[in-house]
């Protein structure tokens, strides 16, 4: 069987590196590292003034991919594509990131309690000559939820890494009623999209149906 090339992932987040490994892909983390220019450090991920949810999403997987592919240039590692992603929530036309501390997330549950909201990832590829994104929009609806359901899942600590403060994969699927998009793209890596993606640069999925 053919064996589709290595990416760097410029991401830490646990649910994307399962992602990847769920459908085949080989990959190495690209994390900052303290000495590197500091720019690169963090990506600012403040909204700009009147920035619609879709552009600021796609905005920050470029800045993302762009930076993996400037560290992999400062390291001298091996030419290889680099993908990157970011996941944002939005209710009532507002963006919703993680939440800095418990009472933000218990502010940001309790605006999710008994509504939809839209879930949008972005993923991006980039190898140094070329950078290329897609958007995945997914609406997720909540059940009611009472205080001790709000406090006792904030008290597990799931919340407090996680877009919307919550993890679809997690213990708040109880939370959930239904679901109209993508699950992959709701816990951060939208699986259709990227396949896309990858095949784009070369590192086509095997039994995708989109690789040669």
Known sequence: MPISP????????PRRRELLRQIGVGFDVLAFRSGERGEDADVDETPLPGEAVERYVERLALAKAE?????VLWRRLPQRPVLAADTALEVDGDI???????AAA???????????HRVLTAVA???GRRIRSRLSVSEVRFRPLGEDDIRHYIACGE???????????GRAAVFVE???GSYSGIMGLPLFETAQLL???GCGVIGSGISS
């Not at 290595?6 to 987040?13: C, E, F, Q, V």
């Not at 919703?96 to 418990?102: E, L, W």
């Not at 218990?106 to 939809?116: D, F, K, P």
């Open 6 to 13: 290595r990416i760097y992932l410029a991401s830490t987040s």
């Open 125 to 127: 590829v980039g190898d």
């Open 67 to 71: 930076a993996g592919v400037r560290r």
């Open 96 to 102: 919703i990131g993680k939440p800095v501390d418990a």
């Open 199 to 201: 095949d784009a640069f």
């Open 178 to 180: 239904e679901i109209r």
């Open 159 to 169: 919340p407090m890494d996680k877009a919307g403060a919550y993890g679809i994969q």
């Open 106 to 116: 218990h502010a940001i549950l309790s605006r999710l309690s008994g509504r939809s």
